[in-house]
Antibody
């Protein structure tokens, strides 16, 4: 059974740093696309970052240069290092797994869906 | 950047068919994925690659994609279908994931 469990959220002052963790089980984070999606209170979903099975990474413009996504194969864990935090970074952060194959083919390097989500961890940036 | 437009809310009577749209420029050439999110819960994938249902998703959920609009259809709507629904595409130009703003399905 696929399971994703986030941790590391909390209250942090503006300008501070926080590292989120996501422990995965039932599959290897190395072999899949792994992503972070956030949701501000009462708002919609916002994609944050992805690390591909190749190890390449990508970021939303709103976090590029401040956030870093990484993974630890030995711990089967995904991370999100968040620096220079701002009030508009306050949100529930979801760890999730991406899939790039449909019933008719695979689309590595292009379209991918999110088939498993963690329960989320809340980050509040406030003084 | 690519923009996906969803209606803020859709209302439907129990037993009827709900249709939730997701508009985007020539969206038909992209693969659209749909998620259901109930209050206090993480999203759940209900349709991938325009029209594929993941294991465990009822056949009442279906998807289509044509022209500038993708549509999530829910037939024989039940009270338990009341939730927020989000569409998602991958924008090849930016190599970024894009979500629609979400649609609240209200079951009357």
């Amino acid at each position: 059974e696929v399971q994703l469990v986030e941790s590391g959220g909390g209250l942090i002052q503006p300008g501070g740093s926080l590292r989120l963790s996501c422990a995965a089980s039932g599959f290897s984070v190395t072999n899949k696309y792994m992503t972070w999606v956030r949701q501000a209170p009462g708002k919609g979903l916002e994609w944050v970052s992805v690390i591909y099975d190749t190890g390449n990474t990508d970021y939303a413009d709103s976090v590029k240069g401040r956030f870093t996504i990484s993974r630890d194969t030995s711990k089967n864990t995904l991370y999100l290092q968040m620096n220079s935090l701002r009030g508009d970074d306050s949100a529930t952060y979801y760890c999730a797994r991406g899939i790039y194959c449909s019933s008719v083919g695979c689309y590595h390097g292009s379209s991918w869906a999110i088939d498993s989500w963690g329960q989320g961890t809340l980050v509040t940036v406030s003084s | 950047s690519y923009v996906l437009t969803q209606p803020p809310s859709v209302s439907v009577a129990p037993g009827k068919t709900a249709r939730i749209t997701c508009g985007g420029d020539n969206i038909a050439i992209k693969s659209v994925h749909w998620y259901q999110q109930k209050p206090g819960q993480a999203p759940v994938l209900v349709i991938s690659y325009d029209s594929e249902r993941p294991s465990g998703i009822p056949a009442r959920f279906s998807g289509s994609n044509s022209g500038n609009t993708a549509t999530l259809s829910i037939s024989r709507v039940e009270a338990g279908d009341e939730a927020d629904y989000y569409c998602h595409v991958w924008d090849g130009m930016s190599a970024h994931v894009v979500f629609g703003g979400g649609t609240k399905l209200i079951v009357l």
